[in-house]
């Protein structure tokens, strides 16, 4: 059903309202007495009404799967115990994104808790992804003979299997799209294994979730053995919010399992328990209680950017220290990082879109842009920038002498993880990995004209289909300017924590007018909504300079009324607080 007869908006897009089921909405109101607004976004949720308690306050007695439904998690939970009871030193090897900062970091607190000590590696971006002979090779000189790798691990065939020939255990914990054969290790735990049912209730979730269910395992199986009767048994609970952080900034649906660790990783949150996040939140000035918004905007990309262009273990080594000092360190180091990542993504954006615009007027029906050298740490987030710009599948590439190597965003409809692993079945890429919607990848240079056809060849069909169907964005429901409060927004936080799979819900304020609006140099429009009988709503559009949309927004005349879609949040400055509304589409009202 259309809202507001909008067809068209200034982004092109026909606004629909989501699953709106009237007698559902009434119904559910009547039985759990919720406010029409809460309602109507569970029935647009589509939560089952008997699933709808469990949705709203789900509990870890209740909704956390038992780890032993996953293939080889028991195994490597025996192992892991194994190792433990003999006090031997454990190896582990991350990723140096967020999720892979959480999962080495949670896996090392656990370890440690119970007496065990650790060799952390997480890999700079020019040691490549994920696992490498060189390091398993240290690890077995340093006298570890068991391995875990988090969050990485499940396309790094050559490098376990030398480490396996070594006589390294390994047991890789990760979440990665796999191919056809399993790498040659002890134990793989991965719910996305082939051989699991597509349906598993963990299926969707970021490696430290996996990493979580599996220490579950080994700390049952430890107190079944009787470990803790001469020593304490830690609190798993006090691991979760860097569970919840991991999660957030990976991108996966928050239903289910993913959001009862999210929901039970903010309330843990609030402990400051972990001096590292408590640190990074203070040099990030977050005054109010942090959300998912606040991990997954503000956090993230601070204990991302250690990996980008600094120190790769800077974020596993914040989040998994005691050291007051050494936690204000390494938080304010990553600030200076996050700064300096800009800069140089702001340099590679401005070369990367002059390609760009070519590649459009060429007809391409995606985006392949390179240059020579560009920083590792910023190819995803400029393929990101490049996506949302001109929403095509876009692919950064870095030239390195004879070796490329690249990372590529999607669009709903362009599976990314499939298509990487196609092109490493065709032997197109030498190495690669990722999700539906984002992927990183490395081939040779000589390569290049053939991975460019085969992305032509892969892409055209899938895009041709995309193309004949009409673009949509969906709407939870209409208010008018009046309606718009802080009483609303404290009534729709019971739906938190918002996400992917969970969107915030989206309104569209209807019939105002557009004024005082501000340009920032970072390409932002700051503006009010006003409406017809007075009142106002402060709004802001990101990153829409030189957009259609923003183009209406800095030349709204004073009688041209809107329609104005976006979120609501709740915006605290200097101590008080008021209701915002992010822009995300316009339309001219009729």
């Not at 006003?530 to 209406?552: I, P, Q």
Request: aromatic share 6%; net charge negative.
């Amino acid at each position: 059903m259309l809202v507001l007869g909008v067809e068209k908006s200034l982004n092109k897009m026909r606004w629909v309202y989501r699953n709106q089921d009237e007698r559902l909405v009434q119904h559910i109101i009547q039985k759990f007495d919720f406010p029409e607004i809460i309602a109507r976004v569970l029935v647009a949720r589509k939560v089952e009404e008997d699933l709808i308690q469990s949705y709203l306050a789900p509990t870890l007695k209740a909704n956390l799967p038992n780890p032993s439904i996953l293939k080889d998690a028991e195994k490597a939970a025996a192992r892991i115990a194994d190792s433990i009871e003999r006090g031997e030193k454990i190896g582990i090897m991350g990723d140096y994104d967020v999720d892979g900062a959480t999962s080495s970091a949670l896996l090392k607190l656990f370890l440690n808790s119970v007496g065990v000590k650790t060799r952390v590696f997480i890999p700079d971006r020019d040691d490549g992804y994920g696992p490498n002979a060189i390091q398993m090779k240290k690890f077995y000189d340093d006298g570890i003979r068991l391995v875990a790798t988090v969050d990485c691990g499940m396309t790094a065939f050559e490098p376990i299997d030398y480490g396996t020939k070594l006589g390294l255990d390994i047991v890789i914990i990760d979440h990665h799209e796999p191919e056809r054969a399993l790498p040659n290790a002890y134990a793989v735990v991965n719910p996305k294994r082939l051989d699991e049912d597509l349906h598993h209730p963990c299926h969707s979730m970021a490696a430290v979730g996996v990493v979580f269910l599996v220490v579950v395992a080994i700390n049952r199986l430890l107190r079944q053995r009787g470990f803790y009767k001469s020593r304490p048994e830690p609190d798993l609970r006090e691991w979760l919010d860097l569970v919840a952080f991991g999660t957030v900034c990976d991108v996966v649906p928050l239903r289910g399992v993913n959001r009862l660790l999210v929901k039970a990783g903010l309330k843990q949150l609030k402990s400051g328990h972990n001096i590292g996040l408590k640190a990074l939140s203070e040099k990030a000035r977050i005054s109010e209680q942090i959300g998912a918004y606040h991990m997954g905007y503000i956090l993230g990309p601070r204990v991302n950017a250690s990996g980008r262009v600094g120190q790769s273990d800077l974020g596993m080594r914040l989040l998994s220290t005691f050291d007051e000092i050494e936690a204000q360190t390494i938080a304010s180091e990553l600030e200076e990082l996050n700064i300096l990542r800009r800069e140089i993504e702001a340099d590679v954006l401005e070369q990367a879109d002059e390609q760009a615009k070519a590649a459009i007027a060429a007809g391409k029906p995606y985006l392949l842009v390179k240059g020579n050298m560009w920083h590792q740490g910023v190819v995803g987030i400029v393929a990101g920038r490049l996506k949302e710009r001109y929403n095509l599948p876009s692919f950064v590439l870095s030239l390195e002498g004879e070796d490329v190597k690249g990372s590529s965003r999607s669009i709903p409809g362009i599976d990314l993880g499939s298509l990487v692993i196609t092109a490493l079945q065709k032997g197109i890429l030498s190495r690669g990995g990722g999700h539906p919607m984002a992927a990183g990848f490395s081939l040779e240079k000589d390569k290049l004209s053939e991975f460019d056809s085969f992305l032509m060849d892969y892409i055209t069909p899938r895009m041709a289909t995309l193309q004949n169907e009409t673009q949509e964005l969906e709407i939870d429901g209409i208010l008018n300017l009046s309606g718009v409060s802080l009483d609303l927004l404290e009534k729709l936080n019971i739906l938190e924590p918002f996400g992917e799979g969970n969107p915030e819900p989206r309104f569209v304020i209807q019939d105002v007018y557009v004024s005082k609006t501000i340009l920032t140099k970072n390409g932002h429009i700051i503006c009010k909504l006003t409406g017809k009988g007075g009142g106002y709503l402060d709004a802001v559009s990101f990153r829409s300079e030189n957009t259609a949309l923003g183009e209406v927004l800095l030349n709204s005349g004073k009688e041209q009324r809107y329609h104005v879609a976006g979120n609501l949040r709740i915006d605290n400055w200097n101590g008080r607080s008021k209701v915002q509304l992010l822009i995300q589409d316009v339309s001219i009202a009729e």
